[in-house]
């Protein structure tokens, strides 16, 4: 079978390799879709803080079991199956305190079983916990959304938001765009920032109130205060976009006793620079997030049965496998939201 590996940033190769074998509690998914997103852009630009290559890369993806391990009872073969990319433990300190994004010992699909690959095989806590049959009017597509959805799910049970609070998302990508059409539903003024005009009529389109094209403006910050009642700025920010320097601005953003969500993945090695006499007499709150949890991936994927989110929104240009440097490098340059791979 053929899959991608990432051997160091800019070195992206498929290769051939032997079709895997589920061994107990493991499941085997022939991929039917697979799609690009903003960290596998990053890896193959600039490479992953938490990862050293070479390493599978993709995470998002969804497709028909080819064969079962022993025990597994819950899905048989040419079920048509998605599985997020990772699941806790349920025995370390952080699960058992219920923090499970956290957990010591997650088990992450990622690096050993990457979605950009003709077959992917799902380890046990994966298929016990996030492994979800596809309802027969669900697409392909709209199923491999469930991994980006379920962290903005999360996200967003994380941000403070009451009904007509005022809330910018810096950042128009994909999960930002979920953050924007969430918060909407939740009764949100939402402010959406981003320098593409295809993403910011994406933002109008899932709910965004008012939008600012970053390239149009002196101050970033000062023309999403404008945009608040007398310039005080919004209740919530989220930072969407993976860079410190719109983390620094989303914390500028905020009202005082305001809060400010910090979402995206930066480079290794950065740091956040706070002013000190804003976060304290300003009674700032500022909170980072890391991926998702069970329960919210369960949530995510009953909202995308619903539809709360249509893949006809986010997915634009079909590739295949070998394709896949146009099809991130497509998706890097900001035309497009996401990009989805055939086999």
């Known amino acids: ?165 005022y809330v910018v998302v810096n950042g128009c990508g994909p999960s930002g765009l979920m953050f924007i059409k969430l918060l909407y539903l939740k009764g949100a003024r939402v402010i959406a920032c981003d320098k593409s005009k295809v993403r910011l009529d994406a933002a109008k389109k899932l709910g965004a109130y008012d939008v600012v094209n970053i390239e149009e403006v002196e101050n970033q910050v000062e023309a999403v205060k404008a945009l608040t009642p007398e310039n005080r700025g919004v209740d919530c920010a989220v930072e969407a976009a993976g860079s410190v320097k719109v983390w620094e601005m989303s914390i500028n953003m905020v009202r005082p006793g305001g809060f400010a969500l910090l979402y995206g993945g930066t480079k290794a090695g950065e740091e956040l620079v706070v002013d000190t006499k804003l976060l304290h007499y300003s009674q700032i709150t500022i909170k980072g997030l890391y991926h998702t949890t069970p329960f919210y991936v369960n949530q995510a994927f009953e909202l995308l049965k619903m539809k709360v989110i249509d893949e006809k929104d986010f997915l634009y240009n079909e590739y295949k496998l070998e394709n896949v440097k146009e099809a991130l490098m497509n998706h890097h340059e900001g035309n497009v939201i996401k990009n989805f791979i055939t086999y």
């Open 1 to 165: 079978m053929r899959k991608v590996m990432l051997y160091e940033p800019g070195d992206l190769r498929i290769v051939e390799c032997e079709k895997p074998k589920p061994k107990k509690g493991e499941v085997l998914i022939k991929n039917m879709v697979s799609l690009t997103c903003g960290s596998d852009v990053k890896s193959y630009i600039r490479g992953y803080a938490k990862h050293t290559p070479p390493y599978n890369i993709g995470h998002e993806a969804s497709g028909i079991v080819d064969s079962v391990g022993e025990g597994v009872s819950k899905f048989k073969v040419g079920d048509r199956v998605v599985a997020h990319n990772s699941a806790p433990c349920n025995e370390c300190y952080y699960c058992k305190k219920g923090i499970h994004s956290m957990c010591e010992n997650l088990i992450s699909n990622n690096l050993k079983n990457g979605a950009f690959s003709e077959y992917q095989l799902i380890p046990a806590k994966i298929v016990e916990q996030n492994m979800f049959k596809i309802p027969e009017d669900m697409s392909f597509k709209q199923a491999a959304l469930l991994e980006p959805f379920a962290c903005a799910v999360y996200g967003v049970s994380q941000v403070p938001v009451e009904q007509g609070d």
